[in-house]
């Protein structure tokens, strides 16, 4: 019988295809292996800092901490050089000679166990290790991509042993070690790639040096190519608030973003929990045209240690503070992960709701400390700011910093908050109305604002297209509603008041109509109806328009028109709206047709007219539809009148 009975087995690999797939198919990008490289020489000048401050003696103690790249074309070598802790015969053999054994991984375990141990005695020292970026031993092996032949010369900074060995191999499954001769360093690590064939672009300086400034310009150390020094900018956001001047964050942000203006205002954060990220976030003195062709062209750079992970990642700030320059770094991000990994980030998550809550505390303080810095702002970037309607936990915060036009303001470029709308009104109102109109002329001419007016309601404008949808999907805002004006029924408004000062703003008004006339106009209704017929649902007595002959009202409950007009374009939807004729019964126009209808109800002119005031209404509520019928219709109306003016005209009064 065969044997049952459980045992784990271990698995083997074959080292050749791990390597392979290693060196081929863990990255997309051959420019990776310089990052890999130069944090590898960052590690070991951090441990040999990190070491030295505890008083432990390196060799060549006063070797200046830095990186050397050097290119020789002729021998096809590419090389780079750290004054770092280097390593033994023995740890190269430990580090590199071991696939995913992390040299670095093991010195900040060690570290944390003693400091553990410290604190556990009291110790209140906390050793700063935190720019060390290697965790998983297989980053060095990216160096094959490039090379057909590597080699490692090293001498130990620190311990018993400090003779200097060579470790070398072709990245196909073995390696030697011997001890090194001459060339070696007096302290630290030389690696020595041969570059193949195909990827002599890496002995071209350019190219190197474009691809270091674009993944470790920020490493905390000189990096020098061919003598010359390629990363002189630190990394502002890991230096303390403290010390940091006003030009530097200006020079830093303009080396970000290529604006020449300083920026407008600028957070630098430092978060340790729930999450330990860096941050430099600034807010540009422009308008972003994030509408147009900066469509896509947002995010903020994310970085792991200094090192670049990736250039406008969206993942880091919503949409609607996409204004934002700026960049991120975390100690908690390994350098190698995927852009697939990336996305949809527990981490990235938490950063942004951090930053969110920060950029929206920063505001807060602004609108309340410094009102015109505020406005400022929201000219600015408001557009893109009023985005976060959608940021349902933070709603309410958001929508205190929203602002907007209103009919209690003078002009256009005034702003007001919801806060001061609601000072405004008087005790009983509970909606924000608002109506949207390309600008305050057109507002003007809205007969829907006519009863607003005369009953002093402020009414915020809404001049830009999602401004609706805004309003829409904010709901509410401390239990008010928003409504657009065209919704307000009668009721609505019924307990608010006439103006005192009313009365003259409908000095065209005529006498009320008396109980006969009342049912004369009531027919004359029925028959514009029928003039009309499916063009409108009803043709009724408005309440609402002091000036304007007629209006056109959604039925009740429907949304406003200027959503329903760009719902439309969106569905590709041509028709024409069937909605309420509301007419003005005391308007001279409507008298003047009263008159005709009762000397005979089946007159044409009244069917001109009718017409006509369907046609206003439409054009006002923002349809221009068939205009060479509009134009036939006009015409007809203005024979008829210059018939009548004339004659009129010819009698004398
Ligand atoms: P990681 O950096 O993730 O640890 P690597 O494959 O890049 O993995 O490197 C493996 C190990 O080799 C490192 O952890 C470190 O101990 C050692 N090492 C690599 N390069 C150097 C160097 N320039 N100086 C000293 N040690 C190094
Ligand atoms: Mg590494």
Known sequence: MAETGKKNRQFRAEVRKVLNILTHSLYTNREIFLRELISNASDALDKLRFRANRSEQPSGGDMPLEIRITIDKDNKTFTIADTG???????????????????????????????????????????????????????????????????????????????????????????????????????????????????????????????????????PFPIFLDGERINPEPALWREPKFFIKKEQYEAFYKALTYDAKAPMDVLHLSVDAPVQFNALLYIPDSKQDFFG??????????????????????????????????VTDTEDLPLNISRETLQENVLLRKINQVIVKQVLGHLEKMEKDNRETYLRFWRLHGKIFKLGYNDFPNRERVSALLRFNSSALDDDEALTSLAEYMSRAPAEQKTFWYVSAPNREAVCLNPHMEIFRKKGIEVLYLFEPVDEFVMEGLGKYKEWDFKPVENATDDALAAFDDRKDASQASQQASAPLSGEEQEDFDKLLAKMKEILNDKVKEVRVSRRLDDSPSVLVSPDGAMASSMEKLLKVMHKDDTLPVKVLEVNQNHPLLRGMLKIFKADPEDAMLALMTQGLFDTSLLLDGYAREPQALASRVNALLKETAALYADGRAIPR
Do not use: C
């Not at 020292?125 to 090293?154: L, Q, T």
């Not at 042993?161 to 060579?166: C, I, K, L, M, S």
């Not at 062709?293 to 949409?319: C, H, M, S, T």
């Open 85 to 219: 802790v280097g390593m033994t015969a023995d740890e190269l053999a430990e580090n590199l000679g071991t696939i995913a054994k992390s040299g670095s991984e093991e010195f900040l375990a060690n570290l944390q166990s003693e400091t553990a141990a410290g604190a556990a005695a009291g110790d209140a020292e906390k050793p700063d290790a935190s720019n060390i970026v290697g965790r998983f031993g297989i980053g060095f092996y990216s160096v094959f991509m490039v090379a057909d032949k590597v080699e490692v010369i090293s001498t130990p900074a620190f311990g018993e042993e400090r003779g200097a060995a060579v470790w070398s191999s072709d990245g196909l499954g073995a390696y030697s070690i011997k001890s090194a001769g001459s060339d070696a360093p007096a302290r630290g690590t030389v690696v020595k790639a041969h570059i193949k064939d195909d990827a002599v672009e890496f002995l071209e300086k350019f190219r190197v040096e474009s691809a270091v400034r674009n993944h470790s310009a920020f490493m």
């Open 293 to 326: 062709v900066d469509r896509d062209f947002w995010g903020i750079d994310l970085y792991a240690r200094r090192v670049l992970i990736q250039r406008r990642n969206k993942e880091l700030i919503p949409e609607y503070l996409a204004f934002f320059k700026g």
